[in-house]
């Protein structure tokens, strides 16, 4: 049989085992859905942002386009005679800002970079002269050109920009101040969500735009050097310590970045989610299934004890039958060979007997020894053939018969053969059998003598003053009568307990007991196909409990 | 009436000592150290009375008592056992045996059963005469 740290150990083996291969599987399947989710979920926030980029990108190249194509058209539509006129310009500029209110002023500034004509709130800025600024260079050079956001002369944020025309072998600059606002309105939207932000950087990561968080326009927001690209592109980017994903993009009119930072939360929300839904469906899996392990494996080590149990009961039983069978087997054997000897020993005291009853051996001063020599051996010899008698009783292969007995009867029928001793020694019996017992189908003649056995050594046990209670009762699942025989006598300690079935194991003085008794009583019971068994403590009676199948088996 | 008793058993020392308390109870019986002996002794004259030992080497009682009943039905067998085989004794009941003891015998007993065993087959041996 396991011990128990065994079936502990198995029982958790069993749990390990059925846990990982369920939990493995189940935890791969979360894992592989909540990557899935997670790839297709990234995937579809970078569609969504690129194309927000994309869409901002475009509407700040048109707008940008429109500011030059309007100015370019104003510049080629009239000479600068034109223009010198100042209501005329006043009306031009008027035009411009009816179409687009971030216009500031404008002006135009001669091949000197004197300022021609102005319009607008800066009055003060009309005498400068622009002729060594990096602008006019650049528009002289390139014939357009647009300025990063600056505060200026006019200390408000803002750029410019300016077109050239060449009249003849002259050539003059028309410039447009613009409102830099106009660029947070236009990257900023509700697009971007509750923590998304939108800003314009030129190339040294100038702000050209508000952003909503971070550094102020015009402040420094380092993202990084990036060379112009074309189209959108997404990168992670660490700002003030976190990541956020960033869409890119160059304006094509102007060496500026856009960039639009992803709202995290919005983009986490979702993922967020499914990872906790995940986690709900792991751990009601776990639970489920750990719940399950324990229930099978508790029912499984249950069943196993149980069937170790009656494994070993079945064992111990069986241990028991091929010991009483071999013992049978010897037992014959020894008392063939003792009972031969004892024959002749007990003829020749027998003959002694009969020569001592001549008249002249009884003159024999020793007659009187003589016959007492031969009544001892006599005594002895008898003493020795109960014992191999009995033990021929116990070898006896005879199979019992199954007849259908009335239990209750076989027991009134033993009691009779008792009563008288019983009696004698002031031992009551008592009887509390259950009526209409059913017939067992078993071998009459051989239960009187394991009846007559037990009631025997109780009997003896008693010695004098006491009471036997015989009980009988029918049960059911397996169908059996049981008998119990109940005394009032010392009781056996457990020591003994474990002996009393064994074979010549008596404590009764010599010559009084064989010790074989109970060792008879049991072979008969089993070969009958039932079970005999004891209780009892010191001090407190015993009770023999006898069982028998209806039908054997 | 004399009874005519013949006595089979393999142990000298049991034979001789049953021969002398017959002898002096003015019994006189014949006896046999087998089987084979016996048998012979049986075809030479009619006895009452046989006690047969079931075990002895050679032809054993059962086939001699299976042998007797053959030849001599008249003839009433007692079994001698002192072996475990009480079945051996049970089974030459079967076989027609008047009765069987377990060795070592009361003397008293078996001679209460050579008697009986001598008035059946008187009783037998009558019927027959009788019937014949
Ligand atoms: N009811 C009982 N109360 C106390 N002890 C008992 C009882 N029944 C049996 N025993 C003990 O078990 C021993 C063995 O009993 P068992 O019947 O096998 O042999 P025995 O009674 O000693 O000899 P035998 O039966 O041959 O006369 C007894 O000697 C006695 O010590
Ligand atoms: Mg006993």
Redesign the interface.
């Known amino acids: 049989m396991l011990e128990r740290s065994g079936y502990t150990k198995l029982r958790v083996k069993m749990i390990l085992t059925t846990l990982g291969f369920s939990l493995i599987p189940l935890l791969i399947l979360g894992y592989t859905i909540y990557r899935q989710f997670e790839i297709s979920h990234t995937n579809k926030i970078l569609q969504n942002l690129n194309h927000i980029t994309e869409n901002k990108r475009r509407t700040l190249d048109l707008f940008l386009n429109e500011r030059l194509s309007q100015l370019t058209a104003i510049a080629y539509t009239h000479r600068l005679q034109y223009f010198l006129e100042p209501e005329t310009f006043e009306r031009v500029f008027t035009l411009l800002q009816a179409r687009s209110k971030y216009y500031i002023d404008l002006g135009i500034i001669d091949h000197n970079g004197d300022h021609v004509v102005y319009t607008g709130p800066y009055q003060t800025i009309r005498t400068a002269n622009y002729k060594d600024e990096e602008w006019f260079q650049q528009v002289q050079a390139k014939g357009i050109y647009i300025s990063d956001v600056f505060m200026g002369r006019r200390n408000y944020p803002h750029f410019i920009i300016a077109v050239m025309r060449r009249e003849g072998d002259k050539s003059w600059i028309l410039r447009a101040t613009i409102d830099s606002d106009i660029f947070d309105s236009l990257v900023q939207s509700d697009q971007l969500g509750a923590n998304g932000d939108a800003f314009l950087l030129n190339a040294e990561n100038i702000l050209q735009s508000k952003p909503r968080f971070g550094p102020r326009l015009l402040g420094k927001m380092d993202l990084g050097a990036f060379s112009r690209f074309p189209g959108v592109r997404s990168e992670m980017i660490e700002v003030g310590g976190k990541q956020y994903l960033f869409g890119l993009a160059w304006l094509e009119n102007k060496n500026w970045l856009l960039a639009i930072r992803d709202d995290p939360t919005e983009e986490l929300m979702p993922l967020k989610r499914t990872r906790h839904l995940v986690w709900v469906i792991l751990a009601g899996g776990l639970l489920l299934i750990a719940g399950g392990t324990v229930l099978t494996s508790t029912t499984i080590i249950a069943q196993l004890v149980r069937s170790e149990r009656e494994k070993a009961t079945l064992n111990a039983s069986l241990t028991q039958s091929s010991k009483m069978a071999s013992l049978g087997k010897m037992a014959a054997g020894v008392a063939h060979e003792v009972n031969n000897p004892l024959a002749i020993i007990k003829e020749k005291a027998g003959w002694m007997r009969d020569l001592l009853s001549e008249e002249d051996l009884k003159a024999s001063p020793n007659f009187k020894e003589y016959e007492d020599a031969i009544t001892k051996i006599e005594y002895h010899v008898t003493r020795a053939k109960d014992v191999t008698h009995r033990l021929l009783g116990f070898a006896r292969r005879m199979d019992p018969i199954h007849e259908d007995i009335d239990i209750n009867q076989v027991l009134n029928q033993t009691i009779t053969f008792l009563e008288n001793e019983a009696r004698y020694r002031a031992i009551e019996i008592h009887t509390a059998f259950q009526k209409d017992l059913p017939f067992v189908a078993s071998d009459s003649a051989q239960l009187q003598q394991v009846f007559l056995n037990i009631i025997d050594n109780a009997i003896d046990a008693i010695g004098k003053d006491g009471g036997i209670t015989i009980r009988t009762q029918a049960v059911h699942d397996p169908d059996e009568v049981i008998i119990s025989i109940t005394d009032t006598g010392p009781g056996i300690s457990a020591e003994k307990l474990d002996k009393i079935f064994d074979p010549f194991f008596t404590t009764k003085k010599v010559g009084e007991g064989t010790g074989l008794g109970l060792t008879i009583s049991f072979s008969i019971i089993q070969k009958l196909g039932g079970k005999i068994n004891v209780e009892s403590q010191e001090g407190q009676g015993a009770t023999f409990i006898i069982s028998l199948p209806l039908r054997k088996a | 009436m004399d009874i005519k008793i013949l006595l089979v058993d393999d142990?000298s020392?049991?034979v001789e000592?049953?021969a002398?308390?017959f002898g002096?109870?003015k019994m006189p019986i014949d006896t046999a150290r087998s089987g084979q002996e016996a048998l012979e002794l049986l075809a030479a004259q009619d006895y009452d009375v046989v006690i047969l030992d079931v075990?002895m080497p050679g032809m054993d009682g059962l086939e001699t008592l299976r042998e007797i009943r053959e030849k001599n039905p008249l003839t009433e067998v007692i079994m001698l056992t002192?072996?475990?085989?009480?079945?051996a004794g049970?089974q030459g009941m079967n076989l027609g045996a008047y009765d069987y003891i377990?060795?070592?015998?009361d003397?008293d007993e078996l001679l209460d059963k050579v008697r009986t065993a001598f008035e059946r087959k008187e009783l037998n041996a009558k019927s027959r005469k009788q019937g014949g």
């Open positions: 142990e020392d049991f000592t049953m002398k308390r002096i109870r075990r002192g072996h475990a085989s009480l079945e049970m377990l060795k070592p015998a003397f």
